[in-house]
Nanobody, 127 residues
Framework: QVQLLESGGGAVQAGASLRLCCAASGYTGSRRYYLAWFLQSLGQEREGVAASYISGGSTYYADSVKCRFTISQDNAKNTMRLQMNSLKPEDSAMYYC???????????????????WGQGTQVTVSS
């Protein structure tokens, strides 16, 4: 059973930076996984922010965060990071870490294709 634990959220002003971390455990076997970040605003569906293979390599981003956010992994620590720069008020949301086997085949941003989720961490950006 894959377990994910997020950390690093907080309240900042517009233009500031935050780094979110997702500690992953429970991987078994040699199956490849996507690790992804989603955000969810009140009353809205979860939206894909960024994703990458657990082993590193290709990265994927929502258009709204390209050139501002960077997803990376520290495989030695089984941790995935989301570096968020130039934050905007519209980035405010609950951010979730998610994982799924790549064999599922759906696009990375389809939240319903992810069976494993962290508890979320709140990001609030004030203007």
């Amino acid at each position: 059973q894959v377990q994910l634990l997020e950390s690093g959220g907080g309240a900042v002003q517009a233009g500031a930076s935050l780094r979110l971390c997702c500690a992953a455990s429970g991987y078994t076997g040699s199956r490849r996984y996507y690790l992804a970040w989603f955000l969810q605003s009140l009353g809205q569906e979860r939206e894909g922010v960024a994703a990458s293979y657990i082993s590193g390599g290709s990265t994927y981003y929502a258009d709204s965060v390209k050139c501002r956010f960077t997803i990376s992994q520290d495989n030695a620590k089984n941790t995935m990071r989301l570096q968020m720069n130039s934050l905007k008020p519209e980035d405010s949301a609950m951010y979730y870490c998610a994982a799924r086997p790549t064999a599922y085949g759906a696009n990375w941003y389809v939240h319903l294709s992810y069976p494993y989720w962290g508890q979320g961490t709140q990001v609030t950006v004030s203007s």
